[in-house]
């Protein structure tokens, strides 16, 4: 979609008369990209929790456990502070 917005934005700009509107058009959908992007992540998540699919990434431990935080050294406090 992006690209056939560029390319009548090329299109425009060397032998058309309507650049401004093919500008705003091309620069309203470059904005709204990120936000569809996302939606439809989010859709199909949501969509395969409702389903019962397995989720990707790790496997996290349910118990309660509270897994080590990376930022903090793990053999004694830090020597520098």
Do not use: N, Y
């Amino acid at each position: 979609m992006l690209l056939a917005l560029f390319g009548w934005f090329a299109f425009e700009v060397t032998s058309g008369s309507r650049t401004g509107l093919a500008e705003r058009v091309t620069a309203v959908g470059v904005s709204l990209w990120p936000l569809l992007a996302v939606l439809s992540a989010r859709r199909a998540h949501l969509a395969g929790a409702a389903t019962g699919a397995t989720p990707l990434g790790p496997a996290l431990p349910t118990t309660g456990v509270v897994p080590p935080d990376p930022l903090l050294p793990t053999d004694g406090p830090d020597r520098l502070a």
